[in-house]
Structure formats: structure tokens, C-alpha cells
């Protein structure tokens, strides 16, 4: 098995350095410096490692956590949850992503083992990594697609970015805007806009998964103070108590542009077990 420490610094500018979202069809891409580099590092070639240390953090973030409401609540282990996920454009056009997230095993010391399965196109994506009571990723698992061998990466966290450790930009270190880039005076606009959810009842709702009956919440953020960029967003969730994660659909609209994603639960997993040898 390979093994492969990635500095903590290098994981955020992966992560933050590029859009999340991985509408079908996405293609990944390092400068071929950093790919040279990890590749190396892994023995792997530089699509492999594009595709696999790239990806995970990509989708886990897109697909794990979607629609910003915590999944890791009211989970036995071996327990999961298949969902799909769909994008509609601007132009009218539906994209479907299917994707598993399996809670494997508690370890007993705060931290726990998962699995995140993503099937997008003709491609299946599967990951298991362990993480600890606060969600940081300690281990990563993936199988090498040339040879099939266990490939396991750290993610090593820096002295220096302790969580109490506040970091800012000043007006000279913040990075020059281009064109399609949020600007430092929209990000703080963003970051101050609240999601306040509220409650439209109980309702009955139908998926793939079965019948539920589940407390519809809903927020929206309005605001048209620059006339030609108005922000008209809205979530809605249904959440059922006898689900593991509590959700069974969500959507979020952006109605300024008639865009739409969903997820709705197709099938809840039991008897579930690592693929990887991973405890």
C-alpha cells in the first residue's frame, strides 16, 4: 500500500483554488509542476493523481455536505444513504449524478471511518476516509485505476494554522481581481447575508427511497440593491427524523437565472463494510 502526506496548506489552495461544483463532464487539471510533484510522491501518473487527490476533496465537498445541512447525524454503522443528484442550466438541460456516503466504523477513540461513492457519466468514484469528531480528515483511501493497489494519503496539518489562529488579508495581500472572480467588497456582502429557515410544516412526501412524512424548511435570501445583479436565492428541505441525516429531498434555486439543483434520497443502505481493508 502507498502511502502519501499532502501538506495541509497545499489541500486549501486545491480546494479554495477552483469552483467545487463538478457539473458533469467536469475536467481536472494541475500546472504540471504540482502534478509532477504529487505524482512522484505517489507513484502514480499525473492523471491519476489529478483525478483522485483533486476529486476527492471536489466531490466530497459538492456531494457529501449538499445542500448545507449535516448528514453525519443518527447513523448505525454499516449504514448509508444512495442519492441523486441534478443540475438543470440556464439552458434547460438535466444532469444526474448518483452518489453513496456509508458510515463504516466508529473507531471508539472520536474518530470513524466512511466511504463517498460518486457515479457520474460511465465513471465510479470511490473514496473511504477517516475522519475525527470534528470532521478533519486524518486518512484518505483510494484504489489506484491502472493496478487496483490501495493508494493512502494524510492530510498534514500545520503548526501555524491552529484553530484559534484568525487569519486576515490586507488591502496590499488581497489577490488581484479578474474578470468572473468574486471582489473583496462582494465577499463581504456574501458572507453577511443570513440563511434563516423556516418552517412550512409537515408534509408527505414521495422519493425513490420511499414515502416520508417530513417537516418542510425553507430559507430565502433577497436582495436587489444592484439592479442588474440581484440575488434571489432559495433552499428548501425535507427532513424526516426515521432518516439517517434527517434529509430526504433538497433543492436550491437561483431565480435570477431559472437555476436549479436537487437531490432526492433514492435508497437507504444497511450491512454496509470497507472495501480497502481500512480498520
Known amino acids: 500500500m502507498k502511502k502519501i502526506v499532502l501538506p495541509f496548506l497545499l489541500i486549501l489552495m486545491l ?13 481536472f487539471s ?50 448509508g444513504l444512495r442519492w441523486r443528484y441534478t443540475t438543470k442550466g440556464d439552458d434547460g438541460s438535466l444532469n444526474s449524478t448518483e452518489y453513496e456516503r456509508v458510515f463504516l466504523k466508529d473507531l471508539g477513540d472520536n474518530s470513524s471511518w466512511w466511504r463517498l461513492e460518486v457515479e457520474a457519466q460511465e465513471d465510479t468514484m470511490v473514496y473511504e476516509y477517516l475522519v475525527n469528531a470534528e470532521s478533519e480528515f486524518l486518512k484518505i483511501r483510494f484504489k489506484d485505476p491502472e493496478t487496483g493497489e490501495i493508494v493512502e494519503y494524510i492530510p498534514e496539518v500545520e503548526d501555524e494554522m491552529a484553530e484559534d489562529e484568525e487569519m486576515t488579508l490586507s488591502d496590499e495581500e488581497y ?7 468574486i471582489s473583496e467588497e462582494e465577499y463581504e456582502s456574501y458572507n453577511n ?22 417537516e418542510h424548511m ?51 443502505l444497511d450491512g454496509q463494510t470497507t472495501r480497502m481493508n481500512s480498520y
Open 218 to 268: 425553507v430559507s430565502e435570501v433577497k436582495d436587489d440593491t444592484d439592479k442588474e445583479h440581484p440575488i434571489d436565492l432559495q433552499s428548501d428541505w425535507w427532513i424526516a427524523e426515521t432518516v439517517p441525516g434527517g434529509v430526504v429531498k433538497y433543492i436550491w434555486k437561483d431565480n435570477t437565472r431559472d437555476d436549479e439543483m436537487n437531490s432526492v434520497l433514492v435508497d437507504i
Open 15 to 27: 480546494m479554495f483554488g477552483s469552483c467545487l461544483t463538478l457539473p458533469e463532464g467536469s475536467d
Open 193 to 214: 447575508y443570513e440563511y434563516i429557515q423556516v418552517s412550512k410544516g409537515e408534509e408527505k412526501i414521495t422519493v425513490p427511497a420511499g414515502t416520508f412524512k417530513a
Open 175 to 181: 489577490p488581484e481581481e479578474v474578470e468572473g472572480d
Open 30 to 79: 494541475l500546472g504540471d509542476k504540482l502534478g509532477d510533484s504529487i505524482a512522484s510522491s505517489l507513484g502514480l501518473n499525473d492523471l491519476a493523481v489529478e483525478m483522485q487527490a483533486l476529486q476527492f476533496y471536489a466531490l466530497y465537498f459538492s456531494y457529501a455536505f449538499y445542500g448545507g445541512y449535516s448528514y453525519e447525524t443518527g447513523f448505525a454503522e454499516g449504514q
